[in-house]
Nanobody
Framework: QVRLVESGGGLAQAGGSLRLSCAAS????????MGWYRQAPGKQRELVAD???????NYAESVEGRFTISWDHPKNTAYLQMDSLNAGDTAVYYC?????????????WGQGTQVTVSS
C-alpha cells in the first residue's frame, strides 16, 4: 500500500510562491503517475497538475504558466512549485499517485495540505 506524505503548505501573500512536496513510500509495484488536486471551500475537487513516470505533464488552465510539477524519482517525491499565487489558489491540496501491481492500477491520495493566499 502506497503512503503519501505531503508538506509545504501554509500561508502566502498574493504574488508569492510556495512549494509542495509529496513523498511516496510502500509501493509493491511501480508508481506510474503522480499529481496534485485541490478543493476550495464549497467547490468540487479539481485537478491541478499531474506527471507521468516518463515526464509527461498536464496542467489545469487556471495554473498553466504559474505552477510547475516535477518528480524526483530516486527520492520518490513529487513537487508542485507554485508561483504568482492569487486568492483563487486558496484550497486544500491533495497529492495523488497511481501504482501498477501485476497489471492492476491502484489510486492513492494523501491527507491534504492547506494553502492560503492572502490578498
Amino acid at each position: 500500500q502506497v503512503r503519501l506524505v505531503e508538506s509545504g503548505g501554509g500561508l502566502a501573500q498574493a504574488g508569492g510562491s510556495l512549494r509542495l512536496s509529496c513523498a511516496a513510500s510502500g509501493s509493491d509495484g511501480s508508481i506510474t503517475a503522480m499529481g496534485w488536486y485541490r478543493q476550495a471551500p464549497g467547490k468540487q475537487r479539481e485537478l491541478v497538475a499531474d506527471i507521468t513516470v516518463v515526464g509527461g505533464t498536464n496542467y489545469a488552465e487556471s495554473v498553466e504558466g504559474r505552477f510547475t510539477i516535477s518528480w524526483d524519482h530516486p527520492k520518490n517525491t513529487a513537487y508542485l512549485q507554485m508561483d504568482s499565487l492569487n486568492a483563487g489558489d486558496t484550497a486544500v491540496y491533495y497529492c495523488t499517485a497511481v501504482e501498477v501491481v501485476s497489471a492492476t492500477e491502484y489510486d492513492y491520495w494523501g491527507q491534504g495540505t492547506q494553502v492560503t493566499v492572502s490578498s
